[in-house]
């Protein structure tokens, strides 16, 4: 009789830890005195292909953990970006789209190959019309309090990568890359990563391309070409993360060095993805985004569907 109480008891103690495993995977992770944002690109399509319900649950998890910002990826307006600060898909695509009180703080923006069809400068300048659309310049930068405390910071870079891409100088759709000054973009990004503050506890960049994939670009020639122009400068500096859009599914990749992939590119449309070869931790073409949850000694990420699904999380420890 001893030996089955023993024995049930145990069972009892299995069953109720993987109901906790499982609850706990299903749970969306708060910590209101990190900081936190949501990442989230490739997306302005008139609310179509699932745009409208990532908007929703994007303003459901963004009020949940209170995100002080929202980190957007590129390819913000389909199919050719916008005219001018005018354009009516500011309207169908943005304003008429995201519209949670959430989601009412600041947008911090990066040009995407499809914005480089159009006007980039209009995304720039379109904080005029709206203050929490926040592009000041192609490519800037900002540092961020974790907790309102200014000795524990996170550098944030956002990067213009369309002109670092070969392939569009000689495309007519592109023409507005003719002209950009890549190597002083380069430059600029390797002087804010040697900021010898010692206030700054995360180097995090984000720009449009991605550096690995496990995408239809997994082996495309702009892949391989932004991996050896900026793996080095990030290997060098000890850049903790690195986010991106332009491949539309959802991926976590961790290679050699310090640095951690990660691709948000499923505001609007899908395109297929697989788990990327040995270094790959994560994988699915889901319509979702994902929330950063950024304290001195950790950051918590946390990939969410349309349908608030936590689909992936991970704990990075500095």
Known sequence: ????????????????????????????????????????GDWGRKGANNQKEVAVQMGKTGEAIDAQFYMILGDNFYESGVTGIDDKLWKAS???????????????????????????QAEIDYHQVDSRWNMPARYY????????????QVLFIFLDTSPLIAEYYSKDDYKNVIGVDTATQIRWLQNVLADPSPNIKWKIVC???????????????????????LKPIFDRYKVDIYVCGHEHNLQYI????????????????LTDTKVYPKIGKFGLSENGFMAFSVTPLTTTVQIIDYKGKILYKNIIEK
């Open 1 to 40: 009789m001893y030996k089955k109480t023993i024995l049930s008891l145990g069972l009892l103690g299995f069953c109720f830890n993987l109901f906790a495993q499982k609850d706990t995977t299903n749970q969306l992770v708060i910590n209101k005195k990190a900081l936190n944002f949501i990442a989230m």
């Open 254 to 269: 961790k290679p050699e060095g310090a640095t951690h992939y990660f691709v948000s590119g499923a505001g609007s449309e």
């Open 94 to 120: 943005f304003e008429d789209v995201y519209t949670a009180p959430a989601l009412k703080k600041d947008w911090f923006v990066v040009l995407g190959n499809h914005d480089y069809k159009g006007n980039p």
């Open 141 to 152: 930068t900002r540092k961020v309090a974790i907790n309102n405390d200014t000795t524990q």
């Open 207 to 229: 720009g449009h391309h991605p550096l690995y994939t496990g995408g239809k670009r997994f082996k495309a020639p702009e892949t391989y070409q932004l991996n050896e122009l």
